[in-house]
């Protein structure tokens, strides 16, 4: 099966979208035809700094090589630089309603929370989405509950081509994961972890002191008893979920190991569990930043694999809706 998602190039990667996002990417690579990009396009709906997001871009690849994408087992690339992207949203824009566009909830709210830049970009966003998807000819698009409106239009975008000019795409499916459900922010455990609040992320790559201090300081509950209970203690429940699937070890199993030991040797617990867990990620990050043509090889190997099938849709594409 093909597999295809792109990630923005904006903020590190933290353990809530590594554990939601990142980790299942990495396992679906073993077994599947697998095509990983960052989103610069995207990201540029709302304004970068360009004198620092070529950095991000190389930030964010160096992160996913460093969590585990193997460019042997997956094509990995850059966004912008396959021209078939932009092209493809142009005609693609051509077939779908402005109507469907404003409809979007996360156009809604970016054009809420960035009022004094309602661009056309942040309107056409999942236009360009659904050409990332469709050059391709996807499966399986792995997005967070947030992207299904998007890959809902993406099959309708596709579903309105075929029957217009002919069968051209395949209608990819969604595959659900569960983006920053488990793990929620350490100094408010009511929130979910999120990349756009920078104060409430533990990230992959954060130097142990650092870990110690975030996790020490992590937002508890009254009482002392270290049990999982979501709704009354989710403080504690938080951190036993991180425990939990940085261990491998059962939340019954953590329960009983630290009952009645008190949240201070818990906490300090954890934050060896994860100083020692995080190590691999952290010396692979600081390798590869030292290695920028190598890492900027693997970009051009995977700009080369993924534009052969994004001019061969493209040349159908363009033979469909009869361009000179
Ligand atoms: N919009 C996605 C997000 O912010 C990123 C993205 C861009 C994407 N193109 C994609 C995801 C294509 C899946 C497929 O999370």
């Known amino acids: 099966m093909r597999v295809l998602s792109g990630i923005q190039p904006t903020g590190s990667i933290h353990i809530g979208s590594y554990l939601g996002a990142i980790k299942q990417w990495i396992e679906l ?15 540029l709906t709302i304004p970068r700094d360009p004198k620092t997001f070529p950095e991000d871009v190389f930030e964010m ?78 499966d399986f698009v792995p997005v967070g509950k947030d992207q ?14 075929n029957q217009r000019f002919g069968k051209t795409f395949k209608e990819p499916k969604p595959l659900l994961l569960k983006i920053g ?28 002191e650092i870990i110690k201090k975030k996790i020490m300081a992590a937002v508890t509950d ?29 939340i019954k199993e953590l329960e009983k190991k630290f009952k009645s030991l008190g949240y201070a040797r818990f906490k300090k617990s954890l934050a060896e569990l994860l100083i020692n867990s995080l190590k691999p990620f952290r010396q692979k990050r600081k390798e590869l930043l030292t290695r920028e043509v190598y890492v900027k090889e693997i970009l051009e190997q995977g700009r080369k694999k993924a534009q052969i099938i994004a001019q061969s849709t493209m040349t159908e594409v363009r033979q469909k809706m009869g361009l000179f």
């Open 29 to 43: 690579q073993e077994k599947n035809e697998c095509i990983f990009f960052i989103a610069d396009l995207h990201a």
């Open 61 to 138: 690849t160096v992160e996913l090589l460093a969590s585990g994408l193997n460019p042997e087992k997956c094509i990995i690339f850059v966004q912008s630089q396959i021209k078939e992207h932009t092209e493809l949203t142009w005609l693609l824009n051509t077939i779908t309603p402005v109507g469907e566009l404003r409809r979007m909830t996360q156009y809604k709210q970016k054009a809420r929370q960035f009022k004094k830049n309602v661009n056309a970009g942040l309107l056409d966003y999942p236009v360009l989405q659904a050409a990332d998807i469709l050059l391709y000819q996807t």
């Open 148 to 161: 299904l409106q998007h890959l809902e239009l993406t099959r309708t975008i596709a579903r309105k081509f």
């Open 181 to 208: 459900e488990k793990i929620m922010a350490l100094n408010d455990p009511r929130k979910k972890m999120s990349k756009s609040l920078p104060e409430t992320c533990l990230y992959l790559f954060d130097e142990p």
């Open 222 to 250: 009254p009482g002392k008893i270290i049990k999982y209970n979501p709704q009354k203690k989710p403080g504690i429940s938080n951190l036993l979920a991180i425990y939990s699937l940085f261990s491998k070890k059962s």
